[in-house]
């Protein structure tokens, strides 16, 4: 359960600033040319907001108000000749209890508070409706460029503040260890990856990762020959339906490591039986363990067994080779630690960045994802596509199970990413769908009439709410219907 909510503080805090990055995207600019923005919201707030403020006007939530102006308030209301807009204050900011998304009430504009009456009033000097298509464009862009220089920014800030260090997988010398899915697809233990259409894999393994599942064809180092491997469309699925295998313990590929004791618990079989640290196992009951992942299958299902584990131990610049018998635990457990990083075996890349070269580096990582993500987007199309789609829960599920801030901006940027791709798409309803409404109009001259815009912003929010209830309709079809 603490794990849960560590998950779900994660998954509120990227969305919180997500939103609140992408509607100050639209606000700025819409306020730059004059127009007013009447709410901005985190979150959505039907019936009630848990809180809501307006400078030097008001306080409140819970549909509670109190007024903080220190000038009488006008019997005139809005028929008052409005008076010079402010930047700042003439909006109301506020919270709302669904934490679903967020918004800016843009006034003069047809947007998601469907304010059709305000639409019927005559056009005023500040609103959305009475600028420029150029300016109302910026206005409708912006969200989704302030999302795409926030992952910037973000990159850019990791890799300033931590560097990259890595272990490249053409470096590898020992290769990878692959899934059942990836050997089905052609992989076999001990390959080296070298190339992914004809691009080369010198880069973070997850960036190749991703680079060799979108591929058509990577080239591979097998036993000294190179190999090229045909990459079926469905693998990733494969390999997602694999994950969800509580036994799985391999997400396509890791690295081929020897295995290195690097602790020796006192009392324990290993310790009894002479094992040290730094000592490297080679062999149980005389089956070769070349690498830790078949060290592990090895031993695994020797409950209360007695084995006889070979070693090679380093003492005085010579290696000796023993086999000690070790008494395993219920467990199949000795009582060691293991060395599980790749930089201990082999060659580590290492760069730095000052504040200078950090911002090239996160654009270029910042533009790598979006490539990536909008390349992923076509296979939702597809059978296998629509089953994954996932909604808040499988969004959760990626962030760590323990409070980790690299690991958090690092999924912030991505989701910062996701956000502008999907908001820049040509539905109406999202910023893409008035997008494409504005370039119609600057093409053909006129707008399109005020009676289509709110057919075309309901049918766009219906299939929004649909396609947000299918997804997450499929988080609990899986949690409770587990492969």
């Not at 090679?312 to 635990?329: A, G, I």
């Not at 467990?331 to 060659?347: Q, Y």
């Not at 979006?370 to 962030?399: D, H, N, P, Q, R």
């Amino acid at each position: 359960m603490e794990t849960f909510w560590i998950k779900a503080a994660q998954l509120v805090l990227a969305l919180a600033i997500l939103i609140i990055i992408h509607e100050f995207g639209h606000f700025l600019f819409a306020r730059i040319f004059g127009i007013r923005v009447e709410k901005f919201y985190i979150f959505f707030d039907p019936w009630k907001e848990l809180f809501k403020w307006k400078p030097g006007k008001y306080i409140g939530g819970l549909g509670k108000q109190k007024n903080i102006s220190k000038e009488p308030e006008s019997n005139d209301g809005d028929n008052q000749k409005p008076k010079k807009s402010k930047f700042w204050s003439d909006t109301e900011y506020g919270i709302g209890w669904i934490p679903l998304g967020g918004y800016c009430k843009i006034s003069g504009m047809i947007d998601e508070s469907m304010d059709t009456e305000q639409m019927k009033q005559p056009a005023q000097p500040y609103e959305f409706r009475s600028k420029p298509a150029w300016q109302r464009l910026l206005v409708m862009i912006a969200g989704v460029l302030f999302n795409f220089l926030l992952a910037i920014l973000i990159y850019a800030g990791i890799v300033f503040a931590t560097g990259e260090k890595y272990v490249a997988l053409k470096d590898a010398n020992m290769g990878l260890e692959f899934s059942q899915a990836a050997q089905k697809a052609g992989f076999r233990n001990g390959d080296i990856p070298l190339e992914a259409d004809g691009e080369s894999l010198d880069n973070y393994p997850g960036e190749d990762r991703l680079k060799m599942l979108q591929a058509k064809e990577v080239k591979v180092l097998r036993d000294g020959k190179e190999v090229d491997i045909k990459i079926p469309e469905t693998l990733i699925f494969d390999l997602d339906k694999e994950m969800k295998d509580e036994n799985a313990t391999i997400n396509f590929f890791t690295y081929r490591i020897p295995t290195k004791i690097t602790q020796v618990m006192p009392g324990e079989g290993a310790a009894k039986a002479g094992i040290k640290e730094g000592d490297h196992v080679i062999a149980i009951n005389g089956t070769p363990t070349t690498s830790l992942t078949e060290f592990l299958t090895t031993l695994s299902g020797h409950n209360d067994e007695k084995v006889e584990m070979t070693i090679v131990r380093q003492e005085e610049m010579k290696n000796d080779t023993l086999t000690l018998p070790v008494q395993l635990s219920e467990n199949s457990k000795m009582g060691v630690g293991l060395e599980v990083d790749p930089s201990a075996f082999f060659i580590v890349k290492e760069k730095k960045y000052n504040i200078f070269t950090s911002i090239p580096r996160g654009i270029e990582m910042g533009v790598d994802r979006l490539t990536s993500y909008a390349k992923s987007m076509k296979l939702v199309f597809t059978k296998e596509g629509a089953k994954s789609v996932g909604g808040f829960g499988a969004i959760g599920s990626i962030f760590p199970e323990s409070w980790d801030w690299i690991a958090f901006w690092n999924i912030a940027a991505f989701l910062s990413v996701a956000l502008a791709f999907m908001n820049i798409l040509p539905i109406p309803a999202l910023d893409g769908g008035h997008v494409l409404f504005l370039l119609y109009e600057v093409i053909f001259r006129r707008k399109p009439s005020d009676k289509f815009m709110e057919y075309a912003q309901m049918t766009g929010m219906i299939l929004l709410i649909g396609l947000l209830i299918y997804a997450n309709g499929m988080d609990i079809v899986r949690f409770f219907f587990k492969n």
